[in-house]
Nanobody, 128 residues
């Protein structure tokens, strides 16, 4: 059974930075797109960023463009999200997910139903 484990969440002040990591195990992840989603209190889960299997294609939600950077290390089965210039509206539980396919595609989906394995989430809290 595949497993994704996120880490790196925490509490920071406005303008601060955090780096989230997601380690995959038990299934093939390196040949699939990977994504980060978040769910803020009282809101629907939303796409934050995604990266193709090769790392050549990335995609960002408009509100995080220029502040967040996604990357992956397939040799380590790890996907990371560097978050800079954090704002209170970034407060949410962040989830890592694996795209459902096809493999070896440089398309990055931005909808949750296009992802099939999910981590348990890590809390990010940004205070003003």
């Amino acid at each position: 059974q595949g497993q994704l484990v996120e880490s790196g969440g925490g509490s920071v002040q406005t303008g601060g930075s955090l780096r989230l990591s997601c380690v995959a195990s038990g299934r093939t992840f390196s040949t699939y797109a990977m994504g980060w989603f978040r769910r803020a209190p009282g809101k629907e889960r939303e796409f934050v960023s995604g990266i193709s299997w090769s790392g050549l294609s990335t995609r960002y939600e408009d509100s995080v463009k220029g502040r967040f950077t996604i990357s992956r290390d397939n040799a380590r089965n790890t996907v990371s999200l560097q978050m800079n210039s954090l704002k209170p509206e970034d407060t949410a539980v962040y989830y890592c997910a694996r795209g459902s396919g096809p493999q070896y595609s440089d398309y990055v989906p931005a909808v949750s139903y296009a992802y099939d394995y999910w981590g348990q989430g890590t809390q990010v809290t940004v205070s003003s």
